[in-house]
């Protein structure tokens, strides 16, 4: 259930980012639009850093509770080192994706402060957005497939 919570979190907090480029777009430099843009950023940003920080958590906690109940019931090993797959798969891209939202809302600040070109805010805009759509959707397999791995493990104990 908290996987689930964090995922569409994670994709509202995506749908946000997205409204941050929609509103740079329309609205211009004006600062008034500048605001707004600024703050949606920062808030999609952090609520998307707070998601996929979150997900490593929860892996790392459920995997400790899976390791803990495969050795007090002296059930197959195997269960346990499943959580080691879902942890190398999916942290490489949660660390990725949560750079590059920081790089790109630094670039963004770098664009303002004019000290930064705006073509790299919005060529790491881009990139930022293929790769938090890219995260979320293995997210959401790595959680199943950590809930169902904790469903079998519950099974058995049952």
């Known amino acids: 259930m908290m996987g689930r919570a964090l995922l569409i979190l994670g994709w509202l907090s ?5 409204a941050t ?20 950023g920062l808030i999609g940003s952090l609520l998307l850093l707070f998601a996929h920080c979150w997900v ?3 892996l790392i906690g459920s995997g400790t509770a899976i390791k803990k109940a495969v050795t007090e ?5 195997d269960l346990a080192e499943r959580t080691k797959a879902f942890k190398s798969r999916s942290y490489p891209w949660l660390m990725l994706a949560m ?9 963004g600040g770098a664009y303002v402060a004019g000290v930064g070109p705006s ?6 805009f881009y990139v930022t957005i293929g790769s938090q759509v890219y995260t979320l959707v293995m997210e959401g397999q790595v959680l199943r497939a950590n ?3 904790m469903t079998e493990i519950n099974d058995l104990l049952a």
């Open 99 to 107: 750079a590059l939202i920081i790089a790109t809302f630094v670039a």
């Open 119 to 124: 073509w790299i805010h919005e060529v790491l």
């Open 73 to 77: 019931n002296q059930l197959d090993a």
């Open 56 to 58: 490593m958590f929860y």
């Open 14 to 18: 995506t749908l946000g980012i997205a």
């Open 147 to 149: 809930e169902h791995l």
């Open 21 to 40: 480029a929609i509103i740079g777009y329309l609205l211009g430099t004006a600062i008034r639009s500048l605001t707004v843009h600024v703050l949606i």
